[in-house]
C-alpha cells in the first residue's frame, strides 16, 4: 500500500512539474497563446501552467499572472469569466515569445504589417494596439514606442484597451 501511495504521489509530483509557462511562447493568430485557447476552463490552464500563479487584485475579472520567477513581471496573464478563459495576453514583453510566422515581440511596426498581415489600429492610452477579428477571437498586437510589446487574444470584438 505504501508503495502505490508513493507511486501516486511521484507522479502527481512529475505531472505538475511539466507544467509550467513556455519559455517560448507561441501566439497562433485567432487560435492559442503560450498553448491556451479562450474558453479553456480554469482546471485545463492548471494543468498546462501548473498553480504558481500571483492573482490580481484589482482587476474587473479573475486574472492569473504567470511569471518565470516570483516578482517578476515577464509571463502570461490569464482572465476567467465563469471558470473559463475570456483573456490571454503577455505581460511586460518576455523573451522568446513568437507568432508561427515568426514575429518576434521587439519587432518593429514594418516587421509587424509584413508577417501579421493587415491589422486594424486601435490607440490605447499608454500604448497601441493593432487587432484582428477571426474564428470568434480577437488576435491582438500591442505596440508600445514603435515596438512590439506584446500579444493578445480576446474574445471576438473584446477592447484591447481595458
Excluded: N
Excluded at 31 to 37: D, W
Excluded at 149 to 158: K, Y
Aim: net charge positive; hydrophobic share 40%; charged share 20%.
Amino acid at each position: 500500500m505504501r508503495t502505490a501511495l508513493l507511486c501516486a504521489l511521484l507522479l502527481v509530483g512529475a505531472a505538475s512539474a511539466s507544467a509550467a509557462l513556455p519559455r517560448a511562447g507561441t501566439l497562433v493568430p485567432g487560435r492559442s497563446l503560450g498553448g491556451l485557447r479562450i474558453g479553456e476552463s480554469a482546471r485545463d490552464v492548471r494543468a498546462a501552467l501548473g498553480t504558481s500563479y500571483g492573482v490580481c487584485r484589482g482587476c474587473a475579472r479573475t486574472t492569473w499572472y504567470f511569471t518565470y520567477r516570483p516578482f517578476d513581471r515577464h509571463g502570461l496573464a490569464v482572465e476567467l469569466e465563469g471558470g473559463r478563459v475570456a483573456g490571454l495576453y503577455t505581460v511586460w514583453k518576455p523573451d522568446g515569445w513568437s507568432t508561427t510566422r515568426g514575429l518576434r515581440l521587439g519587432a518593429s511596426e514594418a516587421e509587424l504589417q509584413q508577417l501579421a498581415g493587415p491589422l486594424v489600429p486601435i490607440v490605447c492610452s499608454d500604448y497601441d494596439a493593432r487587432v484582428r477579428d477571426e474564428a470568434g477571437t480577437r488576435t491582438v498586437y500591442y505596440v508600445l514606442r514603435g515596438r512590439l510589446w506584446g500579444f493578445g487574444l480576446l474574445h471576438l470584438h473584446a477592447d484591447p484597451c481595458r
